[in-house]
């Protein structure tokens, strides 16, 4: 590109209308002259060739990507992680904001991914590596999309579950139980306390356990649980699945008795997450296979930020996320802007509830209640309530127990003096 050329993919904010474009933030290792590699970057995401050859127009005035700012973070010995590109120049790490017309794709997210995410962002001569590091959409987009249908206070309202966080528990053995087995394990841990029994998300429609057998069994032993406690409860029956069958797998599901619904998001696709959010009657509450695949890796891929912005505005009720702690080898601050995208204001589309997850248990309620900073978040221990030596009614109660002492000020220690299902926990 000639100077002139380069020129056409620079705009000052005030130059253009902000609702017709979204803002994305990209952290990009530029190869050789900065300003060349940025207008190649918003060109092959956008117009690429911009004009016939022998016509007199130019297409980046409505349809170009342009960059609004760019800063240099650093210039690089060599880039971050070893790619094959044929740009030669200095390295420098930047940051950059890119405007990105809407009306290129409209309210369709494969084809907003297509474009932010694509061939052209990731393939751009003179720009080895990129991470797309944050999306924001102007309030007449947001407007084109449903959001949850039912959101925290849905979820909430169906459960009668005011002032505390929602208590899930994956039914554990994961994979094996057969579907009675299945669900009297769920039967005693709604007995316990726990809101809602749940699919872990590897498990599917299996010869051995049925989407059929297992949410009809499941259906029963939660309205028996209701009766029982007097609570309200439900049962989160995974229905991920080939994209054709996923319809047929939610009408079995919820005719059976599931009255949420867990989809494995990424793999099974956004787009059949907005289908279903359109079909469903039920919450649909997201899990985060695939995800870590494309956003573990600090300069290249994805914030999960921005994955999780796009659940919500698929439709997720409830977004399950790697949580705190070790295990799940995400930074303190990433779980907490998660937990923050699922939170904030964004025009008219509801609030997901977020449910950051990881070998949680009684002894670790109070610490993530604390980095949480609310009591809008879901709860979600596998062998912390299923591993229980007491049993799995006893470690719901524990779940329940350790609540109890974070509302009454008291220690874990000091409750568990008369609570044998939270002592067991504590190892006493």
């Known amino acids: 590109m000639n100077a002139e050329e380069i020129k056409g993919f620079f705009a000052d904010r005030d130059q253009l209308n902000m609702d017709d474009y979204l803002e994305l933030e990209y952290y990009l290792e530029c190869v050789g002259d900065i300003r060349t590699a940025l207008a190649h970057f918003c060109s092959e995401q956008s117009t690429a060739q911009w004009s016939r050859v022998g016509f007199d127009e130019d297409f980046r005035t409505l349809y170009g990507a342009k960059v609004l700012s760019w800063q240099v973070l650093e210039e690089l010995d060599a880039l971050s992680y070893p790619v094959e590109h044929a740009a030669v120049g200095k390295i420098h790490a930047c940051r950059v904001t890119i405007a990105h017309p809407h009306g290129n794709f409209g309210p369709k997210l494969p084809n907003l991914i297509t474009a932010v995410c694509g061939e052209g962002t990731f393939f751009t001569p003179g720009i080895p590596l990129v991470k797309l590091l944050d999306i924001s959409f102007p309030d007449n987009y947001l407007a084109k999309f449903e959001g949850p249908k039912f959101g925290i206070d849905g979820i909430r309202d169906m459960l009668g579950a005011y002032n505390r966080p929602i208590f899930f528990g994956v039914v554990k053995p994961n994979i094996g139980l057969q579907p009675e087995h299945f669900a009297e394990i769920a039967y005693q841990s709604w007995l316990g306390g726990l ?88 919450p649909l509450i997201g899990h985060f296979p695939f995800i870590a695949a494309f956003t573990r890796l600090q300069k290249f891929g994805v914030h999960s930020r921005v994955v999780t912005k796009l659940q919500r505005l698929a439709g997720l009720d409830a977004i399950i996320m790697p949580g705190f702690g070790n295990r799940m080898m995400t930074p303190e601050e990433e779980v907490r802007e998660n937990i923050e995208e699922c939170l904030n204001e964004m025009g008219t589309v509801k609030r997901s509830l977020p449910v950051p997850g990881g070998s949680d248990s009684a002894l670790t309620l109070e610490s993530v209640y604390r980095k949480v900073g609310s009591v809008d978040f879901g709860f979600v221990p596998g062998r912390g309530i299923f591993g229980h030596p007491m049993g799995p009614k006893a470690g719901a109660s524990s779940i329940r127990q350790a609540w109890d002492a974070i509302e009454n000020g008291q220690s874990l220690d000091c409750y568990a003096d008369n609570h044998p299902e939270l002592m067991a926990m504590l190892g006493k």
């Open 195 to 282: 809101d809602i029994a749940k699919d872990d998300e590897m498990l599917a429609d299996v010869p051995w356990s049925t989407t059929k057998k297992r949410t009809k069994l499941l259906g029963k032993a939660r309205l028996r649980a209701e009766k029982v406690t007097g609570d309200k409860k439900i049962y989160l029956a995974n229905i991920t699945d080939e994209v054709d069958k996923m319809i047929e797998q939610h009408d079995i599901a919820v005719a059976n008795g599931a009255n949420a619904l867990l989809l494995n998001a990424i793999p099974v696709g956004l787009s059949a997450v907005r289908m279903l959010r359109r079909h469903t009657k039920v």
